[in-house]
């Protein structure tokens, strides 16, 4: 049989699902080895979000995992756009993308579909505060759909090529993002030593104002000399907001616009607090999309985070790529040490914000907690009724899990399933990258020699959303064990990181950094030539390699 037949005995149908309903595709069956899927004419321009469906005659039989090993399909399976696009179908035929845009997507239920998902919901989602109460509200990206070429599965009998996300090929990432909130003087300086010493770089906020609560809040207004050190350093800086407090609305847009770069290299923004220009702000005070994206451009920002973490990092729990370190069954045992009352205090919070991650508990959960303490702590009585009302419904659905928790507790967080770690999003008309953190603010337990050794067997990643300088000591695993002595146990955690950045088995990128090597993947093209032989068709500066 030659190889034309055979792929058209492979393919059953393609299908484009949007908004608007399910389209059924007709392909080219004369391309020898490859399936082209002309989408030009499916004004896709309408829509934030469409897949591409694929069903197969036969079975996928494997699937290549984030960690560049095959896993099989009795399991879902995801792959991003960092990680490859690759099956084998039960014939032995590899099948790989053309291009690395979009999410495949196999449900272990129905191995003969492939899903091709162009952002799908929570697949890069980001967090808005709108209306008085700054409620919380997660919302998919605005995305362009602009591809090199029109996407295409490769039909291959011998060697795919995958790509590899980090610059050492086929290595761990660890990439820590660092928030100023308790910065001081006298801290960043130790901090600025300590990461010297392990040979670590972070990418550190700063306050480029001094107007904050705190007199000794430290800010590139007071402290240019030591911030500037950290940049000659290596270390990226990064806008977090402006300054640490709030000014007035027009104080704080005036800052905003107006402000300089105290460097031209500046690109990252953490959004902080409730400032009105913030990303998951400046809507609600109804400033146009245009001015607030010709504001960025003019600052030379290209690349913003704005309150989404995959999850809060523990034992076992450190990889973003891992969907598995995302369940409930996974940080219960990441917390087995702590006493019951405050595990259980730790998974009601979990449950409510990673698991449900739902808009409406979230205000329920928030307001059980303001009348629980204005009733008891400032004997309010007219807060036992809304009290009882929102404890109600937040303990219905939380019995709903522990019913359910066989199946409850293997179920990936919402806000991590699709692995979202770095997304673009247009506010008007260019668009701009979002970054997704994992929160990590226990540096003993999620920098420990295991959770390290098992980030590198996985070829894993995270981008961590810090508080190096947090003093307060309900903060277990902080940094500071006094304010001018580095923890022993973190430091010995951080000295065995930097071990193995230096022995390359980790690549520890600022952010920035880390936009641009991925921003390649947008760009990389794959085809396949006469013989099935598959090669990267235009010129990249991404790592790759052949397998089987």
Same mark, same amino acid.
């Given at each position: 049989?030659?190889?034309?037949?055979?792929?058209?005995?492979?393919?059953?149908?393609?299908?484009?699902?949007?908004?608007?309903?399910?389209?059924?595709?007709?392909?080219?069956?004369?391309?020898?080895?490859?399936?082209?899927?002309?989408?030009?004419?499916? $004004?896709?321009?309408?829509? $934030?979000?469409?897949?591409?469906?694929? *069903?197969?005659?036969?079975?996928?039989?494997?699937?290549?995992?984030?960690?560049?090993?095959?896993?099989?399909?009795?399991?879902?399976?995801?792959?991003?756009?960092?990680?490859?696009?690759?099956?084998?179908?039960?014939?032995?035929?590899?099948?790989?993308?053309?291009?690395?845009?979009?999410?495949?997507?196999?449900?272990? =239920?129905?191995?003969?579909?492939?899903?091709?998902?162009?952002?799908?919901?929570?697949?890069?989602?980001?967090?808005?505060?709108?209306?008085?109460?700054?409620?919380?509200?997660?919302?998919?990206?605005?995305?362009? #759909? =602009?591809?090199?070429?029109?996407?295409?599965?490769?039909?291959?009998?011998?060697?795919?090529?995958?790509?590899?996300?980090?610059?050492?090929?086929?290595?761990?990432?660890?990439?820590?993002?660092?928030?100023?909130?308790?910065?001081?003087?006298?801290?960043?300086?130790?901090?600025?030593?300590?990461?010297?010493?392990?040979?670590?770089?972070?990418?550190?906020?700063?306050?480029?104002?001094?107007?904050?609560?705190?007199?000794?809040?430290?800010?590139?207004? $007071?402290?240019?000399?030591?911030?500037?050190?950290?940049?000659?350093?290596?270390?990226?800086?990064?806008?977090?907001?402006?300054?640490?407090?709030?000014?007035?609305?027009?104080?704080?847009?005036?800052?905003?616009?107006?402000?300089?770069?105290?460097?031209?290299?500046?690109?990252?923004?953490? @959004?902080?607090?409730?400032?009105?220009?913030?990303?998951?702000?400046?809507? =609600?005070?109804?400033?146009?999309?245009?001015?607030?994206?010709?504001?960025?451009?003019?600052?030379?920002?290209?690349?913003?985070?704005?309150?989404?973490?995959?999850?809060?990092?523990?034992?076992? *729990?450190? =990889?973003?790529?891992?969907?598995?370190?995302?369940?409930?069954?996974?940080?219960?045992?990441?917390?087995? @040490?702590?006493?019951?009352?405050?595990?259980?205090?730790?998974?009601?919070?979990?449950?409510?914000?990673?698991?449900?991650?739902?808009?409406?508990?979230?205000?329920?959960?928030?307001?059980?907690?303001?009348?629980?303490?204005?009733?008891?702590?400032?004997?309010?009585?007219?807060?036992?009724?809304?009290?009882?009302?929102?404890?109600?419904?937040?303990?219905?659905?939380?019995?709903?899990?522990?019913?359910?928790?066989?199946?409850?507790?293997?179920?990936?967080?919402?806000?991590?399933?699709?692995?979202?770690?770095?997304?673009?999003?247009?506010?008007?008309?260019?668009?701009?990258?979002?970054?997704?953190?994992?929160?990590?603010?226990?540096?003993?337990?999620?920098?420990?020699?295991?959770?390290?050794?098992?980030?590198?067997?996985?070829?894993?990643?995270?981008?961590?959303?810090?508080? #190096?300088?947090?003093?307060?000591?309900?903060?277990?695993?902080?940094?500071?064990?006094?304010?001018?002595?580095?923890?022993?146990?973190?430091?010995?955690?951080?000295?065995?990181?930097?071990?193995?950045?230096?022995?390359?088995?980790?690549?520890?990128?600022?952010?920035?950094?880390?936009?641009?090597?991925?921003?390649?993947?947008?760009?990389? *093209?794959? @085809?396949? @030539?006469?013989?099935?032989?598959?090669?990267?068709?235009?010129?990249?500066?991404?790592?790759?390699?052949?397998?089987?």
């Amino acid at each position: 049989m030659n190889t034309i037949s055979q792929i058209r005995k492979l393919i059953q149908s393609v299908s484009v699902i949007t908004p608007l309903g399910k389209k059924e595709i007709v392909f080219d069956e004369n391309q020898k080895h490859k399936m082209s899927i002309d989408i030009g004419n499916l $004004n896709l321009s309408n829509f $934030n979000a469409f897949d591409i469906e694929i *069903v197969f005659t036969i079975p996928i039989s494997k699937f290549r995992n984030h960690d560049y090993t095959w896993i099989t399909c009795p399991v879902d399976c995801v792959a991003n756009q960092y990680s490859p696009k690759i099956i084998q179908l039960s014939n032995g035929f590899f099948v790989q993308a053309n291009i690395t845009n979009g999410i495949w997507e196999v449900n272990k =239920n129905n191995a003969r579909v492939l899903l091709w998902r162009f952002n799908p919901e929570m697949s890069s989602p980001m967090a808005l505060y709108l209306g008085s109460k700054y409620e919380k509200v997660i919302v998919q990206t605005e995305q362009n #759909f =602009n591809f090199k070429e029109h996407p295409a599965l490769l039909f291959i009998s011998n060697e795919a090529i995958e790509i590899s996300r980090s610059k050492i090929p086929f290595s761990a990432i660890a990439v820590f993002t660092d928030h100023c909130d308790f910065d001081t003087a006298l801290n960043i300086a130790l901090q600025r030593t300590f990461f010297k010493e392990n040979a670590i770089k972070i990418s550190k906020g700063f306050f480029l104002n001094h107007f904050s609560k705190r007199p000794d809040n430290a800010s590139f207004q $007071n402290d240019a000399e030591e911030l500037t050190k950290w940049k000659e350093d290596g270390h990226e800086l990064c806008y977090h907001s402006l300054s640490q407090s709030i000014k007035s609305e027009k104080d704080s847009f005036d800052d905003f616009y107006c402000f300089v770069p105290p460097f031209t290299d500046v690109e990252t923004w953490i @959004d902080h607090g409730y400032q009105p220009y913030n990303l998951s702000l400046f809507q =609600n005070r109804k400033v146009a999309n245009k001015v607030y994206e010709d504001a960025l451009q003019q600052k030379n920002i290209r690349t913003l985070w704005n309150y989404i973490d995959s999850g809060t990092a523990t034992s076992g *729990v450190i =990889n973003q790529l891992n969907v598995q370190h995302f369940t409930l069954s996974r940080f219960l045992i990441g917390n087995k @040490d702590l006493y019951l009352i405050k595990r259980m205090q730790l998974m009601i919070k979990n449950i409510i914000f990673h698991y449900y991650n739902d808009d409406a508990l979230l205000l329920q959960y928030k307001s059980t907690a303001t009348h629980f303490k204005k009733l008891f702590f400032q004997k309010k009585a007219g807060s036992l009724l809304p009290l009882l009302k929102n404890a109600f419904k937040l303990s219905a659905a939380i019995l709903y899990v522990f019913i359910f928790w066989k199946r409850s507790k293997i179920k990936p967080y919402k806000l991590a399933k699709y692995q979202p770690i770095l997304f673009k999003h247009r506010i008007f008309e260019k668009e701009f990258y979002i970054f997704q953190t994992l929160e990590m603010v226990d540096f003993k337990k999620a920098l420990s020699k295991k959770n390290i050794d098992d980030l590198i067997e996985e070829k894993g990643m995270f981008i961590a959303h810090t508080y #190096f300088s947090v003093p307060m000591s309900y903060h277990k695993g902080r940094m500071f064990a006094t304010p001018n002595t580095i923890d022993t146990v973190v430091a010995g955690n951080f000295n065995y990181l930097g071990a193995k950045i230096v022995n390359n088995e980790i690549w520890n990128p600022t952010l920035s950094e880390l936009v641009e090597y991925w921003s390649n993947f947008d760009t990389v *093209v794959l @085809d396949i @030539d006469l013989n099935g032989v598959v090669f990267v068709k235009n010129k990249t500066d991404l790592n790759y390699r052949k397998v089987k």
